[in-house]
């Protein structure tokens, strides 16, 4: 076999039906050399039959001694990975077949970058390019405005870079540590931006998002820890703006009020609704955070306003205690 150009890195964990399906998609890619290096945390090696079921020599099963968290065997998979761009894929979260043949052109035609980006890039032109230095990648990342929402998935990163940083900083909780991967790479080189998404979030029952509440609070304190001793205030602060407050700030609420969503009215489960609730004011309390109090407490009014008054009002009553 060809050494691979490009490396598809996944852990995994008992999920062998969503396992297979991202494996057979994974397979359609239009560019042929990559391969798919499979993190098993799974003691019963689950996986193991469905990446030897593809009976394709690039894909490479490895079972981990232990279950070694999604962070640690994610770092496992870069690891093991020959190419030399990886891309940091779930077991879950598709990818367009057209990819790696697409970022690898950006990659030819801008060389020398450890990360390209593909995402939502407001106000450019479809599928438009831009580059940034160090300094200045990270505020383009981190501000919500010009970058309102971005997936590793997505991007193409220098495995040699990915594995000179670590990896994923291993700091306590996966919430967040996808975004440090990204930023850490950005240090030796800046980045690429690509007008495109090439991945998107396959929401089930089964997401790890829509679980282990208290891993919020530990992604939000470690990653703004992380970043503001990692990187100089002039990188992500720019003319007054401080884009990583704003990244915190729009991933605390965008994520407290879609689980809040999601155990009200699709999967209803009052106690989980109050544990999301107690992690928000967890999460408030730290003090880079308390800004965004006021901001908190007005969308949750907004969200129990929609509720028929009794409802409302007893809804509410239990949220307040946590506020």
């Known amino acids: 076999m060809v050494d691979p150009k490009v490396s598809f890195c996944i852990s995994t964990y008992n999920r062998p039906v969503l396992l297979k399906k991202q494996l057979q998609l994974l397979a359609t ?4 050399q990559f391969e798919v290096v499979v993190s098993d945390n799974d003691p019963t090696k689950s996986a193991e039959s469905v990446v030897t079921g593809m009976n394709d020599p690039r894909f490479r099963y490895f079972a981990n001694d232990t279950n070694l968290g999604m962070v640690k065997s994610f770092n496992k998979s870069i690891e093991r990975s020959k190419g030399e761009y990886v891309i940091m894929v779930t077991d879950d979260d598709p990818v367009i077949p057209t990819m790696i043949e697409e970022m690898l052109a950006v990659a030819t035609a801008y060389p020398s970058y450890p990360v390209y980006c593909g995402c939502n890039r407001p106000g450019k032109e479809a599928g438009a390019i831009e580059t940034f230095g160090p300094d200045d990648f990270l505020f383009q990342l981190l501000h919500p405005v010009l970058t309102p929402h971005f997936l590793w998935s ?8 990915a594995y000179k940083v670590g990896g994923m900083p291993d700091f306590g909780s996966p919430h967040l540590a996808d975004h440090a991967l990204l930023a850490l790479c950005s240090e030796f080189g800046g980045g690429v931006f690509i007008n495109k998404v090439f991945s998107n979030l396959y929401a089930h029952d089964s997401n790890f998002s829509k679980s282990n509440f208290e891993l919020y609070y530990i992604g939000c304190k470690e990653f703004y820890r992380l970043i503001t001793e990692k990187f100089k205030q002039n990188v992500y602060q720019k003319n007054g703006v401080d884009a990583l407050m704003k990244h915190l700030g729009g991933w605390f ?10 155990f009200t009215y699709n999967n209803k489960n009052s106690r989980f609704v109050e544990d999301v609730a107690k992690n928000s004011a967890k999460i408030l309390e730290l003090p880079f955070m308390q800004r965004f109090y006021p901001r908190y407490v007005f969308k949750l009014i907004i969200f129990y306003f929609k509720f028929p008054y009794n409802s409302w009002v007893r809804a509410f009553r239990s949220e307040k205690k946590y506020i």
């Open 253 to 262: 609420i965008a994520n407290s009020f879609a689980l809040r969503k999601y």
């Open 29 to 32: 890619q239009t560019y042929a």
């Open 154 to 161: 997505s991007c193409l990163l220098k495995r040699e870079i």
